[in-house]
């Protein structure tokens, strides 16, 4: 089993607030085969993201696959439940936070 | 009505709007233009702020709402847009009302507006609770009471209401050639024409929901305008830029944007769901959209507030020395607990040291365990009830960082790169969300006043 880093399998990779309480993530593949690698590896669950975030899991609040865009939106409590723009904040809009996922290793079949 | 043609003149404010883009949208001959000016991505320090022209500055703003009245006037066709810098207090609306005056007093425009007010009073939220209005809050947060109380709406520097499309659809009734809105929700502003001349809601809030952000829905996503047609059982989007496109991707990829949940969306009245909804490429830039269902609920808005939290004084200090870089655990520990000592029995205060370099951007999410920077960025970050135990919090904090011992120390002239001089930025007022609630409505129209104002005037302020 090899496996290759999801930032090698999607054309975008962003995270925003969704309200200032919650982060989401949204990845895009161009193409369907790394879409379904992403996908069929199970890899993108709860306790991955909650490990990967080290947030609580019941801070990962959605996972969804939108399988006719090649998408899949990741929504969680904001880490350490810091809202945006609240005292200990550093990124207000979200717009970083997307970064642990980036390397995480996605496993593929040879 | 057989169709209605809308241009969405992209994000207001930061001087996007293109006098070309809008050129290029006129030619489709729109029935209206829409645009929206208020949100709260920038955190809760604007809805606070004093400051009326805020996020984006005056000049940013005036141009692109002087493009928008400008094409307005030249189709004779109404205007809808919120304004704020960008929380739409009513501090903020005023402001966006001033550059509209000075716009209508220059190019010599005659508008007749309806203006909406977001901003609630808190003597009214009182009143709701008193009635026995339960207001609970919409996310599990330690900085929201559970159900709104007395107490927090008396903490609240201001509250503000995202209006649903209701109140504009009333001030459109008015006979006014635009409206411009405080704090109100993006999609109720495009909701509100297509309601008005009776079109299906799924369809209408779809379509909302598409071009609320502009070419954002365009492949690639980018801050330009965006034009929609709507039919009565469809509806058609693509970018008034010949050079860019609409994709079914694009189009549907959209509803991720800056929601929770893809499928589903929680609105005034109701949700829209689109997990049926039919996305189809009708030429090289326009897609057809359908199929989008609106599902009525009981009506509620957001209602947002925010308390102050203290008051902030920040410093910036760079560090180059690699045996300073390895101890600075350590090194930030020692000086928090001097700070400790020296100032915990004067005051409360909340000290931050942000460290660009090693975690500062991430926090606790962090992946990586070692630091490998050969520089590190500190921000000094002080809070505190008064503002002057802020200021000499943080001077005293960046006196230690310049001559704290540490072992192996050789800079005995000072540790640290200081940024700028003054050195330390004293910030003002810092606040935190306390108020992020649904407030039940019977009358959507309810809180949100709505006055007519001549163009030129001179009496923008003396609202009451």
Redesign the interface.
């Known amino acids: 089993m090899n496996a290759i880093r999801l930032s090698d399998l999607v054309s975008i990779l962003r995270s925003?607030?969704?309200?200032?309480?919650?982060t989401?993530i949204?990845i895009?593949c161009e193409n369907d085969k790394h879409y379904e690698t992403i996908k069929k590896s199970g890899i993108i669950n709860q306790s991955e993201i909650s490990k990967?975030?080290?947030?609580p899991e019941k801070d990962v609040?959605?996972i969804?696959f939108?399988d006719?865009?090649?998408?899949i939106?990741i929504?969680m409590?904001k880490?350490?439940?810091?809202?945006?723009?609240?005292?200990?904040?550093?990124?207000?809009?979200g717009m970083?936070?997307y970064?642990?996922l980036k390397?995480l290793m996605i496993p593929v079949d040879r | 009505m057989d169709e209605i043609r809308m241009l969405q003149s992209s994000a207001m404010g930061y001087g996007n709007v293109s006098r070309e883009l809008i050129k290029e949208g006129l030619k489709y001959d729109p029935h209206i233009i829409v645009g929206q000016g208020t949100s709260t991505d920038p955190g809760p320090g604007y809805l606070g702020s004093d400051d009326i022209f805020g996020y984006v500055g005056k000049s940013n703003k005036k141009r692109d709402i002087g493009l928008i009245l400008e094409a307005a006037v030249e189709k004779s066709i109404p205007f809808i847009f919120s304004g704020g810098s960008p929380s739409g207090s009513n501090a903020q609306l005023e402001g966006v009302l001033r550059i509209v005056n000075e716009i209508c007093t220059e190019k010599g425009y005659k508008l007749k507006v309806a203006v909406i007010r977001g901003e609630l009073e808190k003597n009214y939220v009182k009143s709701k609770i008193k009635q026995g209005v339960r207001i609970q809050r919409l996310v599990d947060s330690d900085r929201l009471s559970e159900v709104l109380s007395v107490d927090d709406i008396n903490q609240a520097k201001r509250i503000v209401s995202q209006m649903g499309p209701e109140p504009i659809m009333k001030a459109l009734e008015m006979g006014v050639d635009g409206v411009i809105t405080g704090r109100a929700l993006d999609i109720g502003l495009h909701m509100a024409f297509p309601l008005l001349n009776g079109f299906n809601k799924g369809l209408v809030a779809h379509m909302a929901k598409t071009i609320e952000c502009g070419a954002l829905c365009a492949d690639p996503p980018i801050n330009e305008n965006i034009f929609a047609i709507l039919k009565q059982d469809y509806f058609l989007v693509f970018p008034p830029n010949p050079e860019k496109k609409c994709t079914i991707r694009s189009v549907a990829s959209h509803a991720f944007y800056e929601r929770p949940d893809i499928s589903k969306e929680i609105n005034p009245g109701g949700y829209l769901d689109i997990s049926q909804a039919k996305f189809e490429q009708v030429d090289r830039r326009t897609v057809r959209v359908s199929n989008g269902k609106w599902v009525p609920m009981p009506y509620t808005v957001k209602i947002e507030g925010v308390k102050i939290a203290g008051y902030r004084t920040v410093t910036v200090a760079g560090i180059r020395d690699d045996n300073l870089i390895k101890q600075i655990d350590w090194f930030i520990d020692d000086i928090r607990k001097r700070t400790v000592d020296k100032f915990g029995g004067i005051s409360h205060f909340d000290l931050f040291f942000h460290v660009y370099g090693k975690d500062a951007v991430l926090g606790i999410s962090e992946p990586k365990d070692l630091m490998t920077s050969d520089e590190l960025c500190i921000v000094v970050d002080v809070i505190a009830p008064d503002p002057e135990i802020s200021n000499a919090i943080c001077a005293y904090v960046r006196g230690r960082m310049f001559f704290n011992d540490y072992p192996g120390r050789t800079s005995t002239a000072g540790n640290i790169a200081t940024l700028f001089s003054p050195a330390d930025i004293q910030m003002g007022e810092s606040y935190v969300w306390n108020i992020w609630h649904s407030l039940p409505l019977e009358d959507p129209c309810e809180p949100f006043k709505i006055k007519i104002l001549n163009f030129p005037n001179s009496k923008i302020s003396q609202w009451e």
């Open positions: 925003k607030n969704a309200g200032p309480f919650l989401t949204d895009f990967l975030f080290k947030i609040l959605g969804y939108y006719s865009v090649k998408g939106k929504t409590v880490p350490g439940h810091v809202a945006s723009g609240d005292i200990a904040c550093t990124d207000t809009l970083q936070q970064i642990p390397h």
